[in-house]
């Protein structure tokens, strides 16, 4: 049982920068990694996976302005968020799938996933 934590929601203006944490997974254990969002009334979409191979995958909305890397000693991942606009308003989940990541996954609602964080809030005025 893993117990994912998020950290680093907050309000921002448009064009802000924001970096979101996430802590709580086994060190050593072989997850695919992710950061899923879902806004008020909608659905939740994946925004970026990362695996032990450091593999990553991204959703659409967000390649080229988002990026997902793991910390050196493995113990917490990051989604570091650039160019913010009011769209990326959403809570943010962290969530882990064991194994490796599949391409399909940044594409999905998160079904593959096991462990979910509660999420944290962020918040993108224009």
């Known amino acids: 049982e893993e117990h994912l934590m998020e950290s680093g929601g907050e309000s921002v203006q448009a064009g802000g920068s924001l970096t979101l944490s996430c802590r709580g997974y086994?060190?050593?254990?072989?997850?695919?990694m992710a950061w899923f969002r879902q806004a008020p009334g909608g659905v939740r979409e994946g925004v970026a996976t990362?695996?032990?191979?450091?593999?990553?995958y991204y959703g659409d909305s967000v390649k080229g302005r988002f990026t997902i890397y793991e910390d050196d000693a493995r113990t917490q991942i990051y989604l570091a968020m650039n160019n913010l606009n009011p769209s990326d308003t959403a809570t943010y989940y962290c969530?882990?799938?064991?194994?490796?990541?599949?391409?399909?996954?940044?594409?999905?609602?998160?079904?593959?996933?096991?462990?979910w964080g509660q999420g944290t809030q962020v918040t993108v005025s224009s």
């Open positions: 990362i695996d032990r191979d450091n593999d990553k």
């Open positions: 086994r060190r050593h254990a072989n997850y695919c």
């Open positions: 969530a882990a799938s064991i194994g490796y990541c599949q391409r399909w996954y940044v594409q999905g609602s998160g079904s593959d996933f096991e462990y």
